[in-house]
């Protein structure tokens, strides 16, 4: 099962859900491709190379290169699949260049807890795509902001308290 989320000419974001033993075979798509594991646990293949990625993990997959993934029990993933720049491919690694390709990593581990701190490391910053990673030391709140285009959270680790308007998600 899949559900497209945004699709704008410079990136699509999807969720898939998967039962055990269903597999999306092997592909190439044209632009990076950032899949991140939400539940469960997944194998990708990229030609004779195999790695194993589960909940709370991500993988940047290069643009071009031939991947395949398969359910190794019920599990969920978002996948972004950025794909242009200025009307042109993006190479490898040019979009996302803090993380490496076709390297299964757990999101979370690369930033760290900083004490009475809100701390951040941007991954991509591009015209039309920013991606960021932030933790926050408990207690500490993010300020009101705005924005001219939309916004997606996913909390890796912890849980959160998020404003929008008046409405608020925990």
């Known amino acids: 099962i899949s559900h497209s989320v ?6 699509d974001i999807a969720v898939y859900s998967f039962d055990e033993g269903e597999e999306i075979t092997e592909e190439t798509v044209p632009g990076a491709k950032l899949i ?9 293949c990229f030609g004779a190379d195999a790695q194993s990625i589960s909940a709370s993990e991500v993988v940047l997959i290069s643009g071009g290169a ?3 993934i ?3 029990g019920q599990c969920k993933l978002m996948q972004m699949e950025l ?3 200025g009307g042109q491919m993006m190479e490898r690694g040019e979009y996302i260049r803090k993380i490496p390709v076709e390297t299964v990593m757990k999101l979370a581990d690369q ?8 701390a951040s490391i941007t991954l991509a910053q591009q015209t039309n795509l920013i991606l960021t990673l932030f933790s926050l030391d408990p ?12 916004a997606m959270v996913q909390v890796l680790d912890g849980m959160a308290e998020i404003t929008i308007g008046d409405q608020v998600y925990t």
């Open 66 to 68: 031939p991947h395949a």
């Open 36 to 44: 991140l594991m939400l539940e469960g646990t997944a194998r990708l």
């Open 70 to 72: 398969k359910a190794m």
């Open 111 to 118: 930033i760290d807890y900083e004490a009475q701190k809100i």
């Open 139 to 150: 207690g500490e709140v993010m300020g009101g902001h705005a924005s001219t285009g939309d």
């Open 83 to 85: 794909e242009i720049k």
């Open 6 to 11: 945004a699709s704008r000419p410079f990136l």
